[in-house]
């Protein structure tokens, strides 16, 4: 693009917002459903991490129960982390 002369220039200037320049942050709104996701998802692990726990060391020795009931809470998490995600948008709208 060659500019010739000053109405060239006024013709192919591009005006922007000053708004749309700026980086837009998150809102209170979605920085509190970030952190409830957050505790939510720590409260679902810690719930199954116990109850497993509890139920491998009623059928086996504590020493192979404890890491084999973190490697099945883990899995089972990660299973169902989307899941709890939809919940949480679901319950909001």
């Known amino acids: 693009m060659e500019l010739r002369n000053l109405k060239d220039f006024y013709e192919k200037q591009t005006y922007y917002d ?4 700026q980086k837009k942050t998150a809102t209170n709104f979605e920085k509190r459903l970030s952190e409830l996701t957050f505790f939510v ?6 719930i199954l991490l116990a109850v497993i ?9 504590a020493v192979a129960a404890v890491p084999l009931a973190l490697i099945v809470a ?4 990660l299973g169902c982390k ?7 948008k679901l ?3």
């Open 41 to 46: 998802n720590i409260a679902v692990f810690s």
């Open 82 to 88: 989307k899941c709890i995600a939809k919940a949480i």
């Open 18 to 21: 000053y708004e749309q320049t």
């Open 53 to 61: 726990t509890y139920i491998f060391v009623s059928a086996m020795s």
């Open 91 to 93: 319950l909001l709208k």
């Open 74 to 77: 883990l899995a089972l998490y």
